[in-house]
C-alpha cells in the first residue's frame, strides 16, 4: 500500500514563503512521478506541479515562477517550495502519484496566505 503524507503548511503573510513535504512510502520512490494539487473549498482540485522520475519538472500556470518542486530520493520525499504567497494561493495542497496503475493521494496540508 502506498502512503503519502504531507506537511509544512501553514498561515503566512501575503508575500512569505512556505516548503511543502511529501513523505511516500510502499513504493518505488525513485521511479514515481510525484504531483502537487491544491484545493479551495467548493472548488475543483488543481493541478500545481509535477516531477516526473528523471526530474523533470512542469507546473500550472498560476505558479508564474514562484513555486519550484524538486525531489529527494535518499529521503523519498518530494518537496514544493512556494514563494511570493498571494491571498488566492489559500488551499489545500494534495500530494499525489500514480503507482502501478492506481492514484494515491496525500490527506492534504492547508496552506493559509493573509492578505
Known amino acids: 500500500q502506498v502512503y503519502l503524507v504531507e506537511s509544512g503548511g501553514g498561515l503566512v503573510q501575503s508575500g512569505g514563503a512556505l516548503r511543502l513535504s511529501c513523505k511516500a512510502s510502499?513504493?518505488?520512490?525513485?521511479?514515481?512521478?510525484m504531483n502537487w494539487y491544491r484545493q479551495v473549498p467548493g472548488k475543483e482540485r488543481d493541478f500545481v506541479a509535477r516531477?516526473?522520475?528523471?526530474?523533470?519538472?512542469s507546473y500550472a500556470g498560476f505558479v508564474k515562477g514562484r513555486f519550484t518542486i524538486a525531489r529527494d530520493n535518499t529521503r523519498n520525499t518530494a518537496h514544493l517550495q512556494m514563494n511570493l504567497l498571494e491571498p488566492e494561493d489559500t488551499a489545500v495542497y494534495y500530494c499525489?502519484?500514480?503507482?502501478?496503475?492506481?492514484?494515491?493521494w496525500g490527506r492534504g496540508t492547508t496552506v493559509t496566505v493573509s492578505s
Open positions: 510502499g513504493m518505488n520512490f525513485r521511479l514515481a512521478h
Open positions: 499525489n502519484t500514480k503507482w502501478k496503475d492506481r492514484d494515491f
Open positions: 516531477i516526473a522520475s528523471n526530474g523533470t519538472t
